[in-house]
């Protein structure tokens, strides 16, 4: 059974900072990309940042700087550390994986993805 179970949403002044976390199914933590995006209602899904296997990393640009991606083995689970939260980063935010190997960095585009968490709301506030 291949689960990713989100959290750690919520709403935050301009400039704030929030932690976003993925608890993901073992067998699939074990072999798979990690990603975070994030989406607004009428716009397509965003690529935020990724993560291989071993922990090779790339980030979108608007985040560069402000989101650090970062795995916990132990856990089995995913995060997102988010800084200087700006009104504009105010989206659904998903955890996806995909369990397979790529070669240099881990993509950005939804479609490479094929497991997905429910979605948790950041908001930042002006």
């Known amino acids: 059974q291949v689960q990713l179970v989100e959290s750690g949403g919520g709403s935050v002044q301009d400039g704030g900072s929030l932690t976003l976390s993925c608890v993901v199914s073992?067998?699939?933590?074990?072999?798979?990309?990690l990603a975070w995006f994030r989406q607004v209602p009428g716009k397509a899904r965003e690529g935020v940042a990724a993560?291989?296997?071993?922990?090779?990393?790339r980030y979108g640009d608007s985040v560069k700087g402000r989101f650090t991606i970062s795995k916990d083995n132990a856990k089995n689970t995913l995060y997102l550390l988010m800084s200087s939260l700006k009104p504009e980063d105010t989206a659904m935010y998903y955890c996806?994986?995909?369990?397979?190997?790529?070669?240099?960095?881990?993509?950005?585009?939804?479609?490479?993805?094929?497991?997905w968490g429910q979605g948790t709301q950041v908001t930042v506030s002006s």
């Open positions: 996806a994986a995909e369990p397979k190997w790529f070669t240099y960095l881990p993509p950005l585009a939804a479609s490479e993805y094929s497991y």
């Open positions: 073992a067998n699939t933590y074990s072999r798979s990309a």
């Open positions: 993560i291989n296997k071993n922990h090779s990393q």
